[in-house]
Every structure is written in structure tokens, then in C-alpha cells.
């Protein structure tokens, strides 16, 4: 009887000192993930575009993210299908990718950063 109580009593210990583990959040499968822009970012950031390249599915919203001290302004070579307002620090611009192709783009400000999206 007195070494269930004392191995209770160690059980109750050890869960006052360590606490019961806790289980791990479920994580969603590749298939589940969402085409949100939190998924498919570009940085601005040093003068230049990071990844220089990304590759998306039809349908996905892309967002540049200007982490530089100065003002940017992503714009498609082809001038129509990309087109940001001048992106202050740490402000956002997004653009959804409706049909697959090839997407060069520049910075108007720095003709000299430029960057591609590739959509399947």
C-alpha cells in the first residue's frame, strides 16, 4: 500500500513539476493549404525582388511586401497585367494570377530590379 501511495504521489509530482504534454496542433496536408498571399510572398528589400522568380498555380494572389527604406513600384514589362501604386516602407501589393503564362515585372523607380512570377 505504501508504494502505491508514494507512486502516485511521484505521478502527481512529476505533473506538478513538468505538466501534462501537450499534443501537437494538426497540421493541414500539402492538397489542403490555401493560395492565400500569406503563402506566395515576394520581399522587397536591398534593391532587389526575393525570389527573383516564383512559380504558382492558376488562381493565386501574390503579394510584394516592401521592406526597403525607399519607394518602389512593381510594374509588368507588357505594362498592363501588373501595375502597384508606389509601395512605401512595409506597405503591401497584391495581384491574383488568373491564367498561366509567364509574368515579368519591374520596378519603375529602379528600372534595374526586376523579377518573374511563373504560373502553371
Known amino acids: 500500500m505504501k508504494k502505491a501511495i508514494l507512486s502516485a504521489a511521484a505521478a502527481a509530482l512529476f505533473v506538478l513539476s513538468f505538466g501534462l504534454p501537450k499534443p501537437s496542433p494538426a497540421k493541414p496536408a500539402a492538397s489542403e493549404q490555401s493560395n492565400s498571399s500569406d503563402n506566395?510572398?515576394?520581399k522587397i528589400d536591398n534593391f532587389s525582388f526575393a525570389p527573383a522568380t516564383l512559380t504558382v498555380p492558376v488562381g493565386t494572389t501574390v503579394t510584394w511586401v516592401n521592406k526597403d527604406d525607399v519607394p518602389h513600384k512593381v510594374v509588368s514589362t507588357d505594362g498592363k497585367d501588373i501595375k502597384s501604386p508606389v509601395l512605401d516602407?512595409?506597405?503591401?501589393?497584391?495581384?491574383?494570377?488568373?491564367?498561366?503564362g509567364s509574368y515579368t515585372y519591374y520596378c519603375s523607380i529602379h528600372p534595374k530590379m526586376t523579377g518573374k512570377v511563373i504560373v502553371q
Open 40 to 42: 506566395y510572398q515576394i
Open 89 to 100: 516602407t512595409d506597405q503591401k501589393f497584391a495581384h491574383t494570377f488568373a491564367q498561366a
